[in-house]
């Protein structure tokens, strides 16, 4: 404020102060004036804590930011409470406003701090760096009472400025002491002529690490380090360029006398990246997974192996190989001639098989299997031969994938049972492992009830045992054999049992036809029946018994074969109903239903509705009878009927085929007859008007008294009723094959 201002300022208190009082009020009334006003809410004031003074909101924020400045830029609030003489409630309700007014003011663990503090200090800390030449910004937030990151926060805007250095990782460095830091750590560098750790090399400079990290980083800008740094710039290790060169040289020259080299030779001469140094120097040779081999020492491996494996089964090739190639012997290999044109399958640990023999040892596991088909079809249950594919497995010549870089834990030869844990702990040899680890157990396993391993044993002979076995790979070959045993095997059970379902197949198209035949005849019979109106239940249960038990023994039959089994036709009711209670498919259910209704003795009808059912779920086409079909089965049963009593000899049962054929002449119709039932057709027929007249039916009279005569004799009839039955009986064969029971001319009929 200039002077003139403060001229003006003086007149006007002066004239105020001249001016006379138009009110004059008491305290006490002004106070209470205040009061009302407050409690109106025209007015907002505070008041201070002795009471005696009022504060509007505005006063207060000044006063707040004055007494902030007056204490240096820093103060509690407690310290505030005291100095302006108002409660610290009112303080901190206006404190936002305060800080939202400048935002350079920060509010931090109870304490105001003004931005111009943080100038302030930032120059008792540039003359403090200056005389260390480095500080902590942990030990500055400790000296300044306030937190790391606010110190460091407030400080970076002005580092370059009011401080005059660099920040660091919470450091801060004068720009002389990095220069000199600097300077040790190129020289240090400089000296070394061997891998050098960088953390050490910082710890014996007295040197930070983010000094010596942005040292090694410049220097590799500006192309000055001779060397390089392998892993992190501050913690990592430098190699010198003269090391480098000195390694590079060495694995050269061991390349080049012994034509490979590996990569475990290579980490321990110090080369920290093996590939990136195949690559740019062997780029010609041949990369394997643990080492580097050069193209004369592969041809000279493969054609040894080559001329080996034409007089041989198998060869482990590790055994040309130097020790530290064996695990990259399956790599080799598949580079050689002999696989590549498959005439060799590499198997686990680097061991060639010959195919020739591998293809003539399935064809003897064939040739044995099949010989011995029958013996493994009564050993092998249904269920794993309806599993079989029908066809043997043929060896494969190709490795399969996990074993492409198997061969792993392969020791020398003379140690056959140290090689073998090997194999099977390494993680390529998936076969190996798994057939030592259980042994012919585990190929015993592979179909119950047949020793597949002996099986297969018996197929290979000693010598080439042996062989397999001085390979160490005798189990392996084993277990790649065995679903070739195991399919021969099944194969060779399959076709003896394959023979025997033909057979059952055709007994149960067979039944099924007999079946539809018989349920025709069951039909046209059931339909005869009535016809003997004086003893139709009789003869409606005959029928059910003999022609319904048989039908339904059919449909057994046909239900076993759809459920998988071979049974033949049922011998009685008792063993059909043994058979049926073995079968769960839903066609066994309804033919189940029909063997229950042939037991209670059902009606025709009711067994006829539920054989159609039963045929339905067996997939059996039937046509009930129309008149067509009707007929053929009558003419069907009356020519069998015919040919019977051509050839029957015995009164009894001609008599009973005569009583058929002289129903079918009068009526038209078939009657299914016992020895009982033809009383009443007899009777059924002498009502009738027949063409043969009354000589015809004084005949079947007479016959009928004869064959009864003689069963109701036993065992024991006399001569003269055996002669009386077969003499009535020859006369009413004459009559009826004179066609002497068709209606009578003059007669209507049905």
């Known amino acids: 404020i200039i002077m003139d201002d403060i001229a003006k300022l003086q007149e006007l208190l002066q004239s105020v102060q001249k001016q006379q009082s138009a009110f004059r009020l008491a305290e006490r009334n002004c106070i209470d004036l205040v009061v009302k006003l407050m409690e109106r809410g025209l007015i907002s004031l505070i008041y201070t804590l002795d009471g005696k003074e009022y504060l509007t909101l505005d006063h207060l924020k000044r006063e707040i930011v004055q007494e902030m400045l007056a204490a240096g830029g820093r103060i509690r609030l407690g310290d505030l409470q005291d100095a302006i003489n108002v409660d610290i409630r009112h303080i901190e309700t206006v404190l936002p406003e305060v800080l939202a007014a400048d935002n350079t003011i920060v509010f931090v663990d109870g304490e105001l701090i003004a931005g111009d503090y943080f100038e302030s200090i930032a120059e008792d800390i540039n003359q403090e760096l200056g005389e260390k030449g480095q500080l902590s910004m942990g030990d500055l937030a400790r000296k300044y009472n306030m937190t790391t ?71 590799e800008e500006t192309g000055t380090l001779p060397g390089s740094v392998s892993g992190h710039k501050e913690s990592g290790q430098y190699i010198p360029l003269v090391h480098s060169r000195a390694v590079s040289n060495r694995v050269i020259e061991f390349f080049n006398s012994n034509g490979w080299v590996s990569h475990k030779y290579m980490q321990a001469s110090g080369l920290g990246d093996p590939l990136s140094f195949v690559k740019n120097n062997f780029k010609s040779a041949i990369q394997l997974s643990s080492a580097v081999i050069s193209n004369n020492l592969l041809d000279q491996v493969s054609a040894e192996a080559e001329e080996t494996l034409h ?39 680097g061991v060639a098989l010959s195919v020739a023999w591998a293809k003539s040892l399935s064809d003897s596991i064939k040739s044995k299997a099949a010989a011995r088909g029958a013996e493994f079809a009564s050993l092998l249950p249904p269920s ?36 073998k844990t090997a194999r099977a702990q390494s993680s390529g040899g998936v076969k190996a492992a798994r057939a030592q680890s259980s042994g012919t157990s585990a190929l015993s396993d592979s179909l119950p009830g047949v020793d597949v391993g002996s099986f297969l044993s018996s197929c290979i002979s000693e010598a080439e ?66 016809l003997v109106q004086s003893d139709v239940i009789s003869l409606e249960k005959f029928l059910v018994k003999n022609v319904g038990n048989r ?30 209670r ?30 159609l059912d039963a045929a339905n779920a067996l997939n059996i086409r039937f046509k009930p009878n129309d008149k067509n079909l009707e007929k053929q089965a009558v003419l069907s049963a009356v020519d069998d009927f015919e040919k019977q009593l051509a050839s029957q000899e015995e009164p009894g049962l001609a008599f009973v085929i005569c009583c058929q054929l002289a129903m079918y002449q009068q009526f038209q119709s078939l009657v299914h007859l016992n020895g009982k039932g033809c009383a009443g ?24 008294a004869a064959v009864q005569a003689v069963l109701k004799a036993g065992g024991e009839p006399s001569p003269e009723e055996v002669q009386n039955s077969q003499t009535t009986v020859k006369n009413l064969v004459r009559l009826t094959n004179g066609k002497a029971f068709k209606p009578a001319p003059s007669a209507d009929h049905l």
């Open 465 to 530: 045992r042996d062989c397999l076995d001085e390979c160490n790979v005798l189990d392996e070959v084993q277990a790649m054999f065995v679903r070739v045993a195991v399919d021969a095997i099944k194969t060779a059970a399959s076709e003896v049992l394959r023979g025997k379902e033909q057979a059952a197949m055709e007994e149960s198209k067979n039944a099924q036809t007999s079946a539809v035949s018989l349920l025709r005849y069951f039909q046209a019979a059931a339909k005869g029946c009535k």
């Open 149 to 219: 990151q606010l110190l460091q926060q407030r400080l970076s805007p002005l580092i370059g400025t009011a401080i005059r250095g660099q920040i660091d990782k919470g450091k801060l460095y004068t720009n002389a002491y990095i220069r000199r830091q600097s300077a040790a750590v190129r020289g240090a560098l400089l000296a070394c002529t061997r891998p050098t750790e960088l953390r050490p090399l910082a710890q014996k400079l007295s040197c930070q690490a983010a000094v010596l990290g942005d040292s090694v980083r410049q220097m």
């Open 551 to 580: 039908i339904v023994s059919l449909l057994t039959c046909a239900a076993a074969f759809e459920d998988g089994q071979t049974a033949g036709l049922p011998t009685d009711a008792s063993a059909r109903l043994k058979l049926l």
């Open 384 to 419: 794993v031969l309806k599993n079989s594919s029908g066809g043997a497995a043929e060896f494969d010549t190709q490795m399969d994938e996990d074993e492409d870089d198997s061969g792993k834990g392969k020791k020398k030869k003379g140690k056959k049972s140290s090689k």
């Open 681 to 704: 057709v007899v009777t059924c027929l002498c009502e009738a008007q027949i063409a043969g007249g009354d000589e015809a039916k004084e005949t079947l009279a007479s016959a009928l």
């Open 311 to 349: 007089s041989s089964i198998c060869l482990e090739v590790a055994s040309l190989l130097p020790p530290e190639l064996e695990d990259d012997a399956p790599t080799i290999l598949q580079s050689m001639s002999i696989v590549k044109e498959g005439h060799a399958s590499i198997l686990e640990g």
């Open 582 to 611: 073995s079968l769960s498919s839903s066609a066994a259910a309804e033919v189940r239903k029909c063997h229950d209704l042939v037991g209670s003795q059902a009606s025709p009808s009711d067994l006829f509705d539920a054989i």
